[in-house]
């Protein structure tokens, strides 16, 4: 019999009963239904010529519906390719043309406009609640079991692309093996039981709210407190029937303003989870003060999945991203894959079982990513303290090369976001003609604050050596960010690119 993330999926279901999901209104969802629904789309997806191997793409709204979607096609051994609601026909253009799918299943409001850019694509819907579309309504007279194809944990689970601004979007392939062993990690490291209930606001297009979230999950025979979206006033409804909640910073920081959140409203939650963007120390300690609870914040990536993560029992790091999983090796490596001694700033690079197949039809960017010795090259910088910690301190192309001297974003960032009225920071690289690249920091003023260029330069005259001292200091109104709430420095590098051009 095959073994894949579909079979540990349902061998860790407690009983017939046990709910799968339940919802803002008081419905629920039991695993046993949901499994059942998710081989009736396997059959609809299979009678439009979908075959193990085969790439499914998925632009739908959150719902009951798209993640059993996603459950159908683990089982029959499909290519699940989730894509960002928000892009565009033209942008989904080229997601098709790289991954030539055999079904796109969308939204039935936008298939039209989708339909016309993509005219060689079969097309399957579903309505923005779930309830409807051609999937659903071919799926309810289809058979509620679906034979079981010969998948293993070496075979394609997922196509994710690669979120990065820049250049061409890399599909980075995940195998089941790669997300079982991931998600069998995580539920270790942060205790999940069948007891557990997880508030989910995350989108799920993305691996924080596919696998991280759901595989997790349902690893642990746990429930899902599935919500469309993020909004406060439905988290503070439904956060006293969970036990753990995962976010971005964005979350937290957006309940941080609430002044329903206390201790009392958050006494009966076991863990908070932070990540897909760095967590400000500030918010770090803010929601300590407010609820009694420490975030607990970890570090991953597409290619990934999670790599490391701050301990469920121990210190939890204001500023770190905690220690490796289970399974996973971490080490620090100069430009050549040499490793580093503890303390020293380098690359970040990661082997184990949660490392991807490599990136879709790109053979010699995968090689260019991976060591012989099996370590990935993540391009994030970091550093390992004695304490075995792991610290973020920014993209490998966020290094900024000013006078042929390196300055590293997160060491300016960490001091301008200590300073009284500033929100939040953002300091990158522009082009400069005496410097090469010049250091600019960006800042958003918390309300009511009156800040100016030259008293946040005249705060760090003193903290920072000169050659890092930003050049100039811009005020924003906000970051640009992308969906998971990073902040998009590519954004300002390529708005602002000819600030010291024209000065």
Not at 490 to 499: I, M, P
Request: aromatic share 8%; net charge negative.
């Amino acid at each position: 019999m095959s073994d894949n993330l579909f079979k540990r999926f349902e061998s860790a279901v407690p009983g017939p009963e046990t709910d799968f999901l339940r919802l803002a209104d008081g419905a629920a969802l039991r695993y046993q239904d949901a499994f059942a629904t998710a081989a009736r789309y396997a059959h609809v997806l299979a009678r439009h010529g979908a075959r193990p191997g085969d790439r499914v793409a998925v632009q739908a709204e959150k719902s009951p519906a798209a993640l059993i979607l996603y459950l159908a096609c683990l089982r029959a051994g499909f290519v699940y390719l989730p894509l960002n609601t928000a892009y565009t026909p033209a942008e989904l253009a080229y997601f098709v043309r790289d991954a030539e799918p055999r079904l796109f299943v969308c939204s039935t409001k936008n298939r039209e406009k989708i339909a016309a850019a993509l005219p060689r694509v079969t097309f399957l819907t579903i309505s923005d609640d779930g309830r409807s579309g051609s999937l659903v309504e071919e799926a309810a007279a289809a058979p509620e079991q679906f034979p079981d194809p010969q998948i293993g944990m070496e075979d394609l689970a997922s196509i994710l692309y690669t979120s990065g601004t820049t250049g061409r979007s890399k599909g980075a392939m995940l195998t089941h093996g790669n997300l079982t062993s991931n998600a069998q990690s995580l539920k270790q490291a942060w205790a999940f039981s069948q007891g557990d209930v997880l508030l989910h606001a995350l989108p799920i297009f993305h691996i924080h709210g596919l696998f991280v979230a759901t595989n997790v999950t349902m690893l642990a025979g746990a429930c899902i407190l599935l919500l469309p979206r993020f909004e406060p006033d439905a988290v503070f409804q439904a956060l006293p029937q969970a036990t753990v909640m995962m976010g971005v910073p964005t979350f937290y920081t957006r309940l941080l303003k609430d002044s329903r959140l206390n201790q009392d409203t958050t006494r009966h939650m076991r863990l908070f989870i932070s990540g897909s963007a760095p967590l400000l120390p500030e918010t770090h300690q803010q929601w300590q003060a407010r609820t009694g609870h420490v975030l607990l914040e970890r570090y991953g990536m597409t290619e990934t999945g999670m790599n490391t993560s701050n301990p469920y029992v121990g210190p939890r790091i204001a500023g770190s991203v905690g220690l490796p999983l289970p399974g996973v090796e971490i080490r620090i490596a100069d430009s050549d894959g040499n490793a580093l001694a503890k303390g020293d700033i380098g690359m970040i690079e990661v082997r184990g079982p949660n490392i991807f197949k490599g990136y879709w039809n790109m053979p010699e960017k995968t090689a260019a990513e991976f060591h012989k010795d099996g370590f990935f090259i993540t391009g994030d910088l970091g550093t390992i303290g004695a304490d075995g910690y792991v610290r973020i301190v920014g993209r490998g192309k966020d290094l900024i090369i000013t006078g042929g001297l390196n300055v590293y974003p997160k060491e300016i960032e960490s001091l301008l976001d200590e300073l009284p009225g500033v929100e939040e920071s953002a300091v990158v690289g522009l082009p400069h003609d005496d410097f090469g690249e010049g250091v600019t920091a960006f800042l958003v003023c918390k309300d009511g604050a009156q800040l100016t260029e030259g008293a946040i330069l005249e705060s760090l005259q003193d903290r920072l050596a000169r050659f890092k001292l930003p050049k100039r200091v811009l005020f924003l109104d906000a970051l640009p960010r992308n969906s998971m709430g990073k902040v998009q420095k590519s954004v300002l590098r390529e708005e602002y690119q000819a600030l010291y051009q024209q000065a």
